[in-house]
């Protein structure tokens, strides 16, 4: 079945909530793994409205972006953790989310802007973007592979964020998961996911650890 590995792999990676000694994400991966999340929300803002709408609603409740907070999204936690977030062009961005508005030509500039501040530059994520960001507008098979792709992205970077599982659901339930595909992410995904992975969920959630992160390259 579609996307059945990320359903399993992301129990197996639950194991690993609390570690005892971890080390925290890069700037450039913290990046990578915020604009995954944007992406991810971009394609429940159509496949999934009432959830896209939620958790971006749940991620703009706090004042602003300043400070990791434990009642907070993963989303929010992320937004408070990278350096050089484009806060205006986010919000904003959000903001269509919250009030229902779909205009791929907005969402197209939106993610533009916010990747180049973010400053991630993957070919891959290049690719994810053009299809997402015009997401009416793309043959379903091109959904799929900009899917499937996206949800191996959050699987090796993020399977202990909220917005991972709700993800997941979205694009099984749309049958957008590519039967049988592999990641190239990583010849053995569980070894990121269920270490490092568990450093990042720890890392943004803890306010702690901020000012740790950044210290490892990718």
Same mark, same amino acid.
Do not use: C
């Given at each position: 079945?579609?996307?059945?590995?990320?359903?399993?792999?992301?129990?197996?990676?639950?194991?690993?909530?609390?570690?005892?000694?971890?080390?925290?994400?890069?700037?450039?991966?913290?990046?990578?793994?915020?604009?995954?999340?944007?992406?991810?929300?971009?394609?429940?803002?159509?496949?999934?409205?009432?959830?896209?709408?939620?958790?971006?609603?749940?991620?703009?409740?706090?004042?602003?972006?300043?400070?990791?907070?434990?009642?907070?999204?993963?989303?929010?936690?992320?937004?408070?953790?990278?350096?050089?977030?484009? %806060? @205006?062009?986010?919000?904003?961005?959000?903001?269509?989310? +919250?009030? !229902?508005?779909?205009?791929?030509? =907005?969402?197209?500039? #939106?993610?533009?802007?916010?990747?180049?501040?973010?400053?991630?530059?993957?070919?891959?994520?290049?690719?994810?973007?053009?299809?997402?960001?015009?997401?009416?507008?793309?043959?379903?098979?091109?959904?799929?592979?900009?899917?499937?792709?996206?949800?191996?992205?959050?699987?090796?970077?993020?399977?202990?964020?909220?917005?991972?599982?709700?993800?997941?659901?979205?694009?099984?339930?749309?049958?957008?998961?590519?039967? %049988? @595909?592999?990641?190239?992410?990583?010849?053995?995904?569980? +070894?990121? !996911?269920?270490?490092?992975?568990? =450093?990042?969920?720890? #890392?943004?959630?803890?306010?702690?650890?901020?000012?740790?992160?950044?210290?490892?390259?990718?």
């Amino acid at each position: 079945m579609a996307f059945e590995f990320i359903k399993e792999e992301l129990g197996e990676a639950r194991m690993f909530k609390d570690p005892k000694r971890i080390n925290v994400s890069s700037q450039a991966r913290l990046g990578d793994t915020l604009y995954s999340h944007l992406l991810g929300l971009q394609v429940m803002k159509y496949e999934n409205p009432a959830q896209a709408k939620a958790y971006a609603r749940s991620t703009m409740r706090f004042a602003g972006f300043d400070g990791v907070r434990a009642g907070a999204t993963d989303l929010h936690n992320l937004l408070a953790s990278v350096d050089k977030v484009p %806060q @205006a062009q986010v919000k904003r961005y959000l903001m269509d989310i +919250v009030n !229902g508005r779909k205009d791929t030509q =907005a969402d197209r500039r #939106a993610l533009i802007m916010i990747q180049r501040g973010l400053g991630v530059r993957s070919g891959t994520t290049n690719q994810m973007r053009r299809i997402i960001a015009d997401w009416p507008r793309m043959l379903p098979n091109e959904r799929k592979v900009a899917a499937t792709r996206l949800g191996f992205a959050l699987n090796h970077n993020a399977r202990g964020s909220d917005l991972t599982p709700m993800y997941v659901k979205t694009v099984k339930k749309g049958g957008l998961g590519m039967d %049988q @595909a592999k990641s190239p992410l990583s010849k053995n995904p569980l +070894v990121w !996911g269920a270490v490092a992975g568990a =450093a990042l969920y720890k #890392a943004i959630r803890d306010p702690r650890l901020k000012d740790r992160i950044g210290g490892i390259k990718n």
